[in-house]
């Protein structure tokens, strides 16, 4: 039996007996050899710090009062020490700490490995916690989920939030379907990139914003941007411009739907289409190539794939086009496909294709609204999961929110007390359904509520390797 179901043992044991398994923590409340806390960290914390081999700084903020569980987070170096969530976590006994994308960036395998080298580093310091759980938001959320695959022996659990958990390749295949879509529907005698992202992404994706903006102007631009969306499985609700939550579309309105499927796309400070810019070109340079593809990719069974709303949106804008969706497709089917270079997807896969032999527990968390971690590939993971035998270790939730990782901090401290209850106790009982969840936002001192019960779609585009 490895050490994480050990203890997973042990707690059963003691839950059933009625002890208090997070009585105390294994290590001593304060690091030795601690570090100043930099200014604006929580009251009635110590610190311990370091660097790690490639460069990468680390840090671990540990409360007086501990309980014995750390969360291990991919950016908590790079975030203000004052961020409310590390006082809210801390202020419960948690201890928080974790690395920095800054020096990895898209080297994933490598942001892995460094979690576990960063938790081994406190504990060479401090002591081993009683529970070491993987976390954070967006790439963190990411890196997360790689963790609990690659370190189940480091790791106990993992809270991934919005990662993109259709693994490395699928998720960059979904991207290219989507801007392959659009560049071949609405500009195909334009030099807007599709791959081959040129070195100034900024201006790659001004020019991609400007398109679209010209073609949200006019009634076949807005039937294809919906189509485009459509097929990459992109949410029909998105930012304004300067960042605002729209209001969530009524399902029946098909112009709500469309204008929150373009906002997706361009909308907001991280728009899809930015993402599809910027992160392509420092990945196509990581990995010395393309690694995405779209060969004998059918592109109407995924529109046919698409939600009801979705597909009526799109019928009802190509119906006020006067265009034909079928005549689109079939134009689609006939464009020249992209090939990936072999190399290059080795390299991504590397970092990483999610398999879903899990070892330990994983709760995901999702907004619905999300345009770079969408929902569809929150789906693949529990596929993947099912497929392995593993579903039993594996909830999913998500929450009423647009924008990427657009988490409220009792949102996410009542995903980590949720896995602390599942860590405790050996079980789920019930911890990680969106009541139980909203209870916990609520005691977090927030207005319960946005956790909800959904059903995303069939990712389009799984790749297990």
């Known amino acids: 039996m490895g050490t994480s179901r050990l203890r997973d043992a042990v707690a059963v044991c003691l839950a059933a007996v009625g002890v208090a398994a997070l009585a105390a923590p294994t290590a001593e409340a304060g690091p030795r050899g601690g570090v100043p ?67 990895t960036g898209w080297r994933i395998a490598e942001a892995i490995d460094n979690q576990a080298s960063a938790l081994g580093r406190f504990e060479e310091a401090v002591g081993r916690p009683r529970w070491a759980v993987a976390s954070g938001r967006s790439m963190g959320g990411f890196v997360s989920a790689g963790a609990a695959q690659v ?157 009801p709303e979705q597909r009526r949106t799109v019928r009802e804008m190509y119906s006020r086009a006067g265009l034909d969706v079928h005549a689109d497709l079939g134009a689609l089917s006939r464009a020249p496909r992209i090939r990936a270079d072999a190399a290059a997807v080795a390299y991504l896969e590397k970092g990483i294709v999610f398999d879903g032999d899990l070892e330990i527990p994983v709760l995901t968390v999702n907004p619905i609204g999300d345009q770079i971690s969408t929902v569809a590939q929150q789906q693949s993971y529990g596929a993947a999961a099912r497929a392995a035998g593993k579903a039993a270790l594996l909830r999913q939730s998500y929450v009423r929110a647009v924008g990427h990782c657009g988490f409220t901090p009792g949102e996410q401290v009542a995903a980590i007390t949720a896995m602390t209850q599942r860590l405790t106790t050996g079980r789920w009982s019930g911890s990680a359904t969106p009541e139980s969840l909203n209870h916990l936002a609520g005691r977090a001192g927030e207005a319960p509520g946005r956790y909800v019960h959904h059903r995303p779609p069939v990712f389009n585009r799984p790749y297990l390797g």
């Not at 022996?153 to 958990?165: E, I, K, Q, S, Y």
């Not at 992160?279 to 990581?286: Q, V, W």
């Open 37 to 103: 806390c930099p200014e604006g960290s929580p009251a009635d914390v110590t610190c311990t710090g370091g660097q790690l081999a490639d460069g990468t700084p680390y840090r671990f903020v540990v409360p007086d009062r501990w309980n014995g569980v750390m969360i291990v987070d991919l950016d908590f170096v790079s975030r203000p020490a004052e961020e409310p969530l590390t006082a809210e976590l801390t202020a419960r006994g948690y201890a928080v700490g974790g690395t920095t994308r800054d020096v």
């Open 151 to 307: 370190h189940p022996d480091v790791f106990d659990a993992a809270v991934p939030f919005c990662g993109g958990l259709g693994g490395a390749v699928g998720q960059w295949n979904q991207k290219l379907d989507t801007v392959f879509t659009l560049k071949n529907l609405l500009f195909p005698d334009s030099t807007l990139p599709v791959t081959e992202i040129p070195s100034d992404t900024d201006h790659a994706t001004a020019r991609w914003r400007s398109a679209l903006a010209s073609a949200q102007e006019t009634p076949a631009g807005r039937a294809r941007i919906a189509l485009a969306a459509a097929i990459g499985q992109l949410p029909g609700w998105g930012l304004d411009a300067d960042g605002t939550a729209t209001p969530m579309p009524d399902p029946g309105d098909a112009d709500a739907v469309q204008e929150g499927m373009y906002l997706a796309l361009a909308g907001g400070a991280q728009p899809y289409i930015g993402q599809a810019m910027s992160s392509r070109r420092s990945i196509e340079t990581l990995a010395g190539g393309n690694p995405s593809w779209n060969t004998g990719v059918d592109y109407a069974r995924q529109f046919a794939s698409a939600s």
